[in-house]
């Protein structure tokens, strides 16, 4: 953390940086219209908005870069990341259409603002499940993770931040909108002992996200500053695939624990989760180690051992990498049976060697959590 002089000193920079830079149809330069908010100051990363009117949005891309390559040109400065805002109620397809209660409009309203609640104050620690490609079960995985760790006494919480593919309203069977508290907090629904949400819950089942990296941004910090998650041990983070907007503004701005890495054995998935995790890395957020998910598959007729996908790159690549190899998942039909069921095999079969196999998983991430929670990044 920087010392408030040195935070204080690069504001400064920060605001004559941007001084310089103009809005042409207002004739005048965004500190002194007041179009600057929300400047959050982390060591040297810098994150800040620029508030216009939702009718100029989608033609002032230029102005937000701009304003980012005004302030990346300070001296010693880190990583910079700029949002456009707008003041506005959200689209129909972005609201949520339960009744709230009394004090509280139905929840949803993303004007993609970044809010200036802190990020789950109460939450000891914040870990994210990725993948480098899609298609190798890391949303399964996440859900099984999470409840895997609520087994073993924990208190847990699931957020579906898979921007472009929420599926965990299906794995946790709730389809139902959150409402808001007094507060304007959206509360999050629970299924199968855990507090859980999903950008699912905001866009219709059928309806596709067609967002640029300032709303992902904006979106992915509004999940966690405007949900009302309470006191938690661990909050499990289902992440999209590869290494875009969702995961740059987890891995820059929100406190995380570490990272988990989800992936089948065969090569065109193990050289995309080497990404995944060495972006992480990169970005100062701890590895917890990978995951073969789809290890092999039992045959129901034989009881053969197959190995479709291959067998054992994932342990052989934790290996190359330094990082801990934490398990094996099989490719089981009911483990996909209880998931488009809405409750996933470890709530379903306990008992069930998968399930088994999910919670010594969750056990040696938890033993791998820091002791020290770490702070927050974005500031209130």
Same mark, same amino acid.
Request: charged fraction near 20%.
């Given at each position: 953390?920087?010392?408030?002089?040195?935070?204080?000193?690069?504001?400064?920079?920060?605001?004559?940086?941007?001084?310089?830079?103009?809005?042409?149809?207002?004739?005048?330069?965004?500190?002194?219209?007041?179009?600057?908010?929300?400047?959050?100051?982390? !060591?040297?990363?810098?994150?800040?908005? $620029?508030?216009?009117?939702?009718?100029?949005?989608?033609?002032?891309?230029?102005?937000?870069?701009?304003?980012?390559?005004?302030?990346?040109?300070?001296?010693? %400065?880190?990583?910079?990341?700029?949002?456009?805002? =707008?003041?506005?109620?959200?689209?129909?397809?972005?609201?949520?259409?339960?009744?709230?209660?009394?004090?509280?409009?139905?929840?949803?309203?993303?004007?993609?603002?970044?809010?200036?609640?802190?990020?789950?104050?109460?939450?000891?620690? $914040?870990?994210?499940?990725?993948?480098?490609?899609?298609?190798?079960?890391?949303?399964?995985?996440?859900?099984?993770? =999470?409840?895997?760790?609520? =087994?073993?006494?924990?208190?847990?919480?699931?957020?579906?931040?898979? %921007? +472009?593919?929420?599926?965990?309203?299906?794995?946790?069977?709730?389809?139902?909108?959150?409402?808001?508290?007094?507060?304007?907090?959206?509360?999050?629904?629970?299924?199968?002992?855990?507090?859980?949400?999903?950008? !699912?819950?905001?866009?219709?089942?059928?309806?596709?996200?067609?967002?640029?990296?300032?709303?992902?941004?904006?979106?992915?910090?509004?999940?966690?500053?405007?949900?009302?998650?309470?006191?938690?041990?661990?909050?499990? %983070?289902?992440?999209?695939?590869?290494?875009?907007?969702?995961?740059?503004?987890?891995?820059? +701005?929100?406190?995380?624990?570490?990272?988990?890495?989800?992936?089948?054995?065969?090569?065109?998935?193990?050289?995309?989760?080497?990404?995944?995790?060495?972006?992480?890395?990169?970005?100062?957020?701890?590895?917890?180690?990978?995951?073969?998910?789809?290890? +092999?598959? %039992?045959?129901?007729?034989?009881?053969?051992?197959?190995?479709?996908?291959?067998?054992?790159?994932?342990?052989?690549?934790? =290996?190359?990498?330094?990082?801990?190899?934490?398990?094996?998942?099989?490719?089981?039909?009911?483990?996909?049976?209880?998931?488009?069921?809405?409750?996933?095999?470890?709530?379903?079969?306990?008992?069930?060697?998968?399930?088994?196999?999910?919670?010594?998983?969750?056990?040696? $991430?938890?033993?791998?959590?820091?002791?020290?929670?770490?702070?927050?990044?974005?500031?209130?």
């Amino acid at each position: 953390m920087s010392s408030p002089g040195i935070e204080h000193d690069l504001r400064q920079q920060v605001l004559r940086a941007l001084g310089a830079v103009m809005d042409s149809d207002k004739g005048g330069d965004i500190v002194t219209l007041g179009m600057v908010q929300d400047i959050s100051i982390n !060591g040297v990363n810098v994150s800040f908005a $620029i508030e216009v009117d939702p009718k100029r949005g989608p033609a002032l891309e230029p102005l937000r870069q701009a304003a980012q390559s005004a302030v990346e040109k300070i001296h010693g %400065i880190g990583h910079v990341q700029a949002v456009l805002t =707008a003041e506005r109620a959200a689209p129909p397809e972005l609201k949520v259409r339960g009744n709230a209660p009394r004090g509280g409009a139905a929840a949803g309203g993303f004007s993609h603002k970044i809010s200036s609640r802190p990020v789950a104050p109460q939450v000891k620690h $914040i870990i994210a499940v990725a993948s480098g490609k899609g298609g190798v079960g890391k949303s399964t995985v996440s859900a099984n993770l =999470a409840l895997a760790l609520a =087994a073993l006494g924990k208190k847990t919480g699931l957020l579906d931040a898979d %921007i +472009y593919g929420a599926s965990q309203p299906t794995m946790m069977g709730r389809r139902d909108k959150p409402v808001t508290n007094d507060d304007d907090m959206i509360v999050p629904l629970e299924a199968h002992g855990i507090k859980f949400m999903s950008m !699912g819950f905001f866009v219709a089942a059928d309806a596709p996200v067609i967002w640029r990296g300032p709303m992902v941004h904006s979106a992915v910090q509004q999940l966690l500053r405007d949900v009302v998650w309470g006191e938690l041990d661990v909050l499990v %983070i289902d992440l999209p695939p590869g290494t875009g907007d969702a995961q740059l503004s987890l891995a820059q +701005y929100v406190p995380m624990s570490g990272a988990v890495i989800v992936s089948t054995p065969q090569d065109v998935a193990l050289s995309e989760a080497k990404k995944g995790l060495k972006m992480f890395e990169k970005t100062g957020v701890p590895a917890l180690g990978l995951i073969e998910n789809m290890s +092999y598959h %039992i045959c129901s007729h034989c009881g053969t051992r197959e190995h479709i996908f291959g067998h054992g790159g994932v342990r052989a690549a934790a =290996a190359e990498l330094g990082v801990e190899f934490l398990g094996e998942i099989p490719l089981e039909v009911k483990v996909r049976e209880n998931a488009d069921a809405g409750t996933p095999i470890v709530a379903a079969l306990p008992q069930h060697p998968i399930g088994e196999a999910f919670k010594n998983i969750a056990a040696r $991430i938890w033993m791998k959590l820091p002791e020290q929670v770490p702070t927050q990044k974005l500031k209130a």
